[in-house]
């Protein structure tokens, strides 16, 4: 259970990552919007990242 949870956490990180990664890459079409995108997905990687070091 708790390897397949582990799978899952890693799985989100790399999702959101990855979308940070492609969110950066095509600043270029829509600078401010796409910068805002990306401090979110931060946002979201950095809490998922807490909850899972952390749990409450």
Known sequence: MEAFQHYVQRDEITRLETETSTL?????????????????????????????IYPV
């Open 24 to 52: 950066t890459h095509d600043i270029s079409d829509d600078p401010e919007n796409l910068h805002t995108q990306v401090l979110q997905l931060r946002a979201e990687r950095n809490d998922f990242e807490r909850q899972t």
